[in-house]
């Protein structure tokens, strides 16, 4: 019995010993972390809220990271990681494995830190081909020291997590260049750039021949060794139709009465040359293939058959002495008295070269005079001339070769209210002959200074010739 009482006793002391264990250890746990417990790897076991931040404040601060380039180090401020107050470490007493969030600030703070840097950067060079006058050759790329900063910042952010990042050599994050020297495809093209301009190639131009050179042939390409469209349209513009064109060129008449050759501006509307758009595409495509003598006949615009030198068919209109003379095949065919603008320079027959745009009968000529009022007379031959504009290029000045019912006895009926307003005046009957002997396209010359004393000022370009060399 006494033994029975005796065990009773201490399982009922034992009982009071483990509830107060308990009871103590969950006390204790209202202000202590569990055994074993830690955050960030760190140990927070049975530490207080206060030792446990304590401990935490150590690693959780901001710290400098050194950026070093070639020349220089940069220093930055990494910013505290995690949000760390007492309060929420105090939340997760419970928890054996505490868990701490990410300061949200920390990557604008770092993208910002990063922003106010001045690296020095220089963007690298590309590796290209260079002409060195025979052949082509690479010329090695630039290095570049332009810095990716979204890479930096990212491998900041990812480095300060990790506990790792004290240094960082800028140079792991320079921005390659696209093409370096070893590049496959500009080795390629330097075999192909190499090849272009050992060929050789002749264009044919209405019968003319012109050999390309190797630096002609050279200046087709880019740096990366392609055949370039805008750089083929400027050899074709500025030099090739300069030189073989008869657009551009002046065009040279001899005066069938004294014999002297004049030099005028050409009309632009009178001759040839190429056409640049047709004439580039076409050398893009003949240029990529292999022969290694090409001929390439290049299209062009206009009547090749029309040359600046005018010696068979032309209009002569001679102001000095109001006289038209129409040639056919070096021999004149007609011969007539003709009434040009009247006195005043506004309404002048310009002088130069024109050529006839086109024919047109039974029509009416309308338009207004130098004093407002409006004219409108009816014609049953009309020729208008395409004159020379301003910017080189032809236009209608609304001049032109028509019949009318004038009196023609008098070389000075122009300066009477006989004269015109820019056209050439002809007798009816003589204008059915001129009618008969010209076409389209046909030259006019138009000579003399007779409004040099005339009053008004020119409203159309004025060219007197010059006696060529």
Known sequence: ????????????????????????????????????????????????????????????????????????????????????????????????????????????????????????????????????????????????????????????????????????????????????????????????????????????VNDQKVELTKDILASFLNSEGKLDSEKITTYLTNKLNSEVSTFDKDVLWTNPNDGVTYQFLNNHAWGWDIKIKDATKLLQKELTKNDSVQTINLPIDGDPKQDFIITSDFVWINLLDQTMHVYRGGSEAVLTRIISGRNNKGTATSPGFHTIGYKKTDTKLEGEMLDGSKYSVPVKYFEPLQSRGADGNFYYTGIGIHDSNKDYGSVDAWMSNAGSNGCINTPPDAMEQVWAQTYPGMPVIITGDRYANSPGAYDKPVDLGRVAD
């Open 1 to 204: 019995m006494r033994l029975l009482k005796s065990k009773v006793g201490f399982f009922l002391a034992l009982t009071v010993l483990i509830f107060l264990a308990i009871g103590g250890y969950q006390i204790y746990r209202k202000s202590h972390f569990a055994c074993g417990a830690s955050v960030l790897g760190k140990s927070i076991s049975l530490k207080t809220v206060d030792e446990a931040y304590d401990i935490l404040q150590k690693t959780n601060h901001p710290f400098k990271v050194s950026l070093t380039g070639a020349d220089e180090t940069y220093t930055i401020i990494v910013p505290v990681k995690y949000k760390l107050t007492k309060n929420l470490l105090r939340k997760q007493l419970p928890e054996k494995r505490v868990e701490l969030s990410k300061n949200p600030k920390f990557n604008r703070e770092i993208k910002a830190a990063l922003a106010k840097l001045d690296f020095k950067e220089q963007p690298g060079e590309n590796a290209k081909l260079s002409f060195n006058g025979n052949i082509w050759e690479i010329i090695p790329e630039g290095k570049s020291t332009n810095v990716d900063h979204k890479k930096l910042e990212n491998t900041l952010v990812q480095q300060a997590f990790a506990g790792k990042v004290k240094t960082l050599k800028l140079s792991q994050f320079f921005i390659p260049v696209k093409i370096t020297a070893k590049d496959p495809t500009l080795k390629k093209r330097l075999q192909a750039a190499n090849k272009l301009v050992q060929k050789k190639v002749i264009l044919d």
